[in-house]
Each structure stands twice: as structure tokens, then as C-alpha cells.
């Protein structure tokens, strides 16, 4: 439902970390939490304590959680065997507050929770395409490819990678992709690596609708 004239959105965001962390592992991202935040609020605005990030492991994580309390995310510990209870408890109690729920897993116990709270709301599933269940892809949910982000929300101060998804030829044909300096890599069906010396190395990995490239600059 359209927000009146002049009122923002009410975003309500559920990050499970241990699920953000393997996806970013699996596509070799390191996020920057801040530019991140940007990208869930959109043109909305947090509700209070909206940005909620569920923590199974927090020892020794004490720097990097108050740098994200610094970005406006409220930090849930929990114990590894709760994190789903306490998101679900966290969906159920809070969605009436919320215009947008936005939940960044791909873990398919959270769709009839989702669907239950969320009526009559936008509902947005942030999670990479080998993690994401198969419900998350269909109305009414929103599915986001953290994939298609990367250049959004990645962490410059780590990292010169720049990843990008590409979708296989369904032919299965040879691939041609053709870098930003306008060089190009020719990848076969079923190799592995490949270097180009102007750009880069060139890493990625064969998904099963997709394939991952991350580009490495030499300079």
C-alpha cells in the first residue's frame, strides 16, 4: 500500500549474520555494513531498533559490533540453536510496526512466518541463488540478489575485488565477457581459472544458474 504524501516507509530489517556470512564467503564479498544499511533502508526510514542483526558467536566480536551500532544496526545475541526462534519470535512481535520487512537469509523456516505477518505488506529476501529458498522466488516476496549488489555494498578497505554474475548460455556454449577497460576473457564450458594480464586475474565459480567473476586488479 502506498505510504501518504510526504511519509516514508517504515523498514523493519532481520539480518541473520551466521547466513550473510556463508553467502558472502560463497561469493567472495566483504560488505560494507554502513553502505549496506543505505541499500535496506532504500527511500524508507528505520523503524526504532528496525535494523536488527542476530548474532550466534559473539566472542571477541565486541569492535565490530559497536561499529555497526555506530550505523544504526541493534545487535541480537543469541545462541546458535534460538537464532531462528529469535527471529521468528522478533517477525511476529514487530511486523505491525513496519510498512517493508525485509529479512537477509534465504532459509525457507521464515516464509509462513513471513506470509502470516506480512499481509498487506512489501516483503524483500536478500540472499545469494544457491542459498535461497525455492518460495523466495515467487509473489509475494521480493528476492535480491546479493550478487547484483556487489558494487554497491562492497568494503573498498578490504578488498580490490569487483565481482560480477553472469548467467550461463544455456547452449553451454563457450562464454564471452567482456571487462570494463573493454578487454576481453574467453572462459570454456569447463575451466576452472583464467589470468589476463592487463586486467587482472580472473577467479570464479560455476554455480547452477550462474557463474561468479571476481575480478583482481594487479594495480
Known sequence: MPEPAGQKEKVLVFIDAANLSAAQNKIGLSINFRAFSDVLRG????????????????????????????????????????????????????????????????????????????????????????????????????????????DQIIDKTKTNERSRRIYLDPSGQTLEIVLGDNSTITITPNQRSASVRITGSILYKRMPDCLYITVKDIN
Open 43 to 150: 527511500d524508507g526510514e528505520f523503524i526504532e531498533k528496525g535494523l536488527r542483526f542476530y548474532e550466534q558467536d559473539a566472542i571477541g566480536k565486541q569492535g565490530f559490533f559497536s561499529a555497526l551500532r555506530v550505523h544504526g544496526y541493534t545487535i541480537i545475541p543469541t545462541k546458535e540453536s534460538n537464532v531462528d526462534d529469535a527471529i521468528l519470535r522478533d517477525i511476529h512481535s514487530m511486523a505491525a510496526l513496519a510498512d517493508r520487512i525485509v529479512l537477509v537469509s534465504g532459509d525457507e523456516d521464515f516464509t509462513d512466518a513471513l506470509l502470516m505477518a506480512g499481509v498487506g505488506k512489501k516483503i524483500q529476501v536478500f540472499s545469494i541463488s544457491t542459498m535461497v529458498a525455492a518460495r523466495f522466488r515467487n509473489k509475494p516476496f521480493e528476492y535480491i540478489d546479493l550478487a547484483d549488489l556487489v
